[in-house]
């Protein structure tokens, strides 16, 4: 058992998850959220992904039971900090959001404390800017759904330490995930390529090139992809990839990355993908 603990702010879609892959891997886990609705929509998706590994013999029933006594929520800030060696932000891609609490947690831990920012493609220098300690702050941009996908993508600001660089590889592979280190640049490695394809994919469809299945089923077939781009983006959700694409686009000064029309009038309608009931495909509940 590991007896260190592990804070994750956000219990979003990627908060949940990184809560229960640390609390799988037997880190004293705290979830805080202001929102005790979101908690508790957190904790029923947590026991549903443990139910549905049980039911394929992924995870053993004794396993659920110590992920459950591992894992804690609360909507106070400090008592969720207290003690922690690691806080994971999962907060929505706003950069003052985030480095307003980064900086409100660097204020309530020791020097010694991990501040990890899951962010996608915001810039780890500048979410790092207003920490009085930004050797101590790193990127670690885990993939959606955190408790299946193994890749975690580990960004060096400016001002990060090799030393935190070094802590945050360790801590990757202790929650079972395989790590890659990237400088801090627009998008990464991983946003920046998946978004290249999934904007172009788009385009296809705008343009009449083929139905949103066939282009899927090329790049699954084709290239070896585990979901197609945009089976994948309704999966992320589309306003999700509209805010990435825009952010990219202004960063890069690049063409490729205009987030095309198709893609903002879906948007505006409301088709954000699985979150929403229909994106490029129609979702069921």
């Not at 957190?42 to 139910?51: D, G, K, W």
């Not at 705008?206 to 290239?223: K, N, Q, R, W």
């Not at 063409?255 to 095309?260: A, E, N, S």
């Amino acid at each position: 058992m590991n007896h260190d603990t592990l804070t994750v702010i956000g219990a979003g879609t990627m908060g949940h998850g990184i809560a229960q892959v640390a609390a799988m891997a037997g880190y004293e886990t705290r979830l805080f959220d202001l929102e005790p609705e979101a908690l508790e929509a957190a904790q029923v998706r947590i026991a549903s992904n443990l139910a549905k590994g049980i039911k394929r013999g992924k995870v053993d029933p004794k396993e659920m039971e110590r992920t459950r006594d591992a894992l804690s929520m609360t909507t106070d800030l400090a008592e969720a900090t207290n003690g922690a060696s690691v806080v994971i932000e999962a907060v929505p891609e706003k950069l003052s959001l985030k480095q307003n609490l980064l900086l409100e947690c660097a204020n309530l831990t020791s020097h010694g404390v991990l501040l990890a920012s899951n962010t996608s493609s915001l810039s780890i220098s500048r979410i790092a800017q207003k920490v009085p300690s930004p050797e101590r702050v790193v990127g670690m941009h885990f993939f959606n759904p955190v408790h299946i996908m193994e890749l975690v993508e580990i960004v060096q600001g400016e001002e990060t330490s090799s030393e935190t660089v070094e802590r945050a590889r360790t801590l990757t592979k202790h929650l079972g995930k395989t790590p890659i280190v990237v400088k801090d640049s627009p998008g990464f490695a991983s946003s920046r390529l998946g978004v290249a394809i999934g904007l172009e994919a788009i385009r296809m469809v705008e343009e009449g090139v083929a139905s949103p299945e066939d282009i899927d089923t090329a790049m699954m077939l084709g290239y070896r992809y585990p979901v197609g781009p945009l089976r994948l983006g309704d999966l992320v959700g589309l306003d999700v990839r509209l805010d990435i694409a825009q952010h990219l686009f202004e960063e890069l000064n690049s063409p490729r990355f205009k987030p095309p029309a198709l893609l903002e009038q879906m948007v505006r309608e409301g088709k954000l993908g699985k979150k929403s009931g229909e994106g490029f495909y129609r979702w069921e509940d």
